[in-house]
């Protein structure tokens, strides 16, 4: 492995550990699913190099936060019943974050709590912003790996250009 592929990973492995973090700070640990489906995925061509972080698809909505608009509830009547994968979603939250035993209970805490979303939208206390907040927290280091990572590649590609024009 050569020099440039290892900074790109300890940059990935640094993104990745400074994002579970912030997700912690923020307080979206019930599970630990979002943040332990966190990865780091490094694609390298012969011009571009780029690391991506994958995670959830809802810790995207945690991030930037859902508008009222946007929520998948409507408590006007009439009700249309059947089962919806929101109201499921909060019922399961009550149950395992607010420790709601009976599900009838939880069931009206879900409600409740999707008549909020739809009044002030989703996380009630606005978006969490973690992704910017991991970039912000790692901006020093981005920057040092960037530039190291520059050095190699461009000291790689006169060398190269070097050989070719004393060929």
């Known amino acids: 492995m050569g020099d440039s592929a290892l900074i790109l990973q300890r940059l990935a492995a640094l993104l990745v550990r400074t994002m579970r973090a912030q997700i912690e700070l ?93 009044r002030v939208g989703l996380p009630v206390g606005g978006p969490s912003e973690f992704i910017k907040k991991t970039l912000d927290a790692t901006e020093i280091e981005i920057t040092k790996a960037v530039e190291e990572y520059s050095e190699i590649v461009f000291g790689v590609m006169i060398d190269n250009f070097i050989q070719t024009i004393a060929a």
């Open 26 to 118: 923020a307080g979206h640990v019930m599970t630990g699913s979002l943040r332990d489906s966190i990865e780091s995925k490094i694609e390298v061509t012969a011009s571009t190099a780029t690391i991506s972080i994958l995670l959830n698809d809802y810790g995207l909505a945690l991030d930037g936060g859902v508008p009222p608009d946007r929520i998948p509830f409507d408590f006007i009547p009439p009700y249309r019943g059947g089962k919806s994968d929101y109201i499921e979603g909060l019922k399961r939250f009550a149950q395992l974050k607010l420790g709601a035993n009976d599900e009838k209970e939880a069931l009206s805490i879900a409600f409740a709590i999707a008549n909020k979303h739809k």
